[in-house]
């Protein structure tokens, strides 16, 4: 058997901190995800059920905020797209961000995170969160098309329960991120529901996708706020094939 290294901490609080006042808030929401059971081969398997306290929420916002205006930087110093095509990027981030805050907002971050190894340097990753904007989504994505020549986005490909599936490929060289984290040529599936967003990347990845949102869930209070269980050895083998490339 592969040897296994179990980390568990346990947290006291000084009194009166914010840190108590998040503390205080542990098994108190409900988790949206409670009950959803690992992916079969999963490296990297997530479950987040944390509370914000309201220092939190600020610097998370404030980190939203830098984000917006890292970007927009980065498009007006940009010579080779058009007014149109910034204009359209710029609509997108916004409308993106405003999802993430909307999930800050709540004061609570819930989201799963599975992903399973696929070859010497792939991955299939899928991933959700919840967020009360998630359905503004379904406006914004279709501007990724008007961003950048070579981008395509497939609305509604497919429906699954109450979220409904779209498809995006990003042009290579359009996010340099992005061609790192999913590679050039990807598909990338984006689910919306009402109040969650689901996200996909990889070999496999709609059928992962179908898989985790129709696999049975028992929303519950969870006073687990975060649990990672992973495997190392197929991250250190990508670690490796991306050095290498990179010589």
């Known amino acids: 058997a592969l040897p296994k290294v179990n980390l568990r901490t346990t947290v006291t609080a ?3 901190t914010a840190t108590a006042a998040t503390i205080a808030q542990y098994g108190t929401q409900s988790d ?15 479950r987040s059920s944390h509370p914000l306290d309201e220092m939190r929420k600020k610097h998370l916002k404030e980190t939203l905020s830098l984000t917006r205006a890292d970007i927009d930087a980065s498009l007006a110093a940009n010579k080779t797209r058009s007014d149109s095509e910034k204009d359209a990027f710029r609509k997108f981030v916004t409308g993106a ?5 909307a999930s800050v907002d709540s004061g609570h971050l819930n989201g799963v995170v599975e992903s399973i190894p696929g070859g010497e340097d792939k991955f299939t990753t899928v991933a959700a969160f919840v967020s009360p904007g998630a359905a503004e989504l379904t406006q914004i994505l279709p501007l990724l098309a008007q961003a950048g020549k070579g981008n395509s986005v497939q609305m509604n490909l497919e429906k699954v329960g109450d979220v ?15 061609d790192k984290v999913f590679g ?17 990347s990889g070999s496999g990845g709609l059928d992962k996708l179908k898989t985790l949102i129709a696999a049975p869930v ?3 209070v969870n006073p687990v706020v975060l649990r990672i269980d992973g495997n190392l050895l197929p991250w250190a083998k990508l670690i490796d094939a991306v050095a290498k490339k990179e010589k």
């Open 32 to 46: 949206a995800f409670a009950g959803l059971q690992r992916l079969a081969g999963s490296a990297l398997s997530v």
């Open 218 to 220: 028992q929303p519950a």
């Open 184 to 200: 050039t040529h990807e598909d990338l599936f984006v689910g919306v529901a009402p109040q969650k967003v689901w996200i996909a």
């Open 164 to 178: 409904d599936i779209h498809k995006i490929q990003i042009a290579e060289g359009f996010i340099s991120t992005f």
């Open 97 to 101: 961000l405003g999802v993430l805050e």
């Open 14 to 16: 000084i009194p009166d």
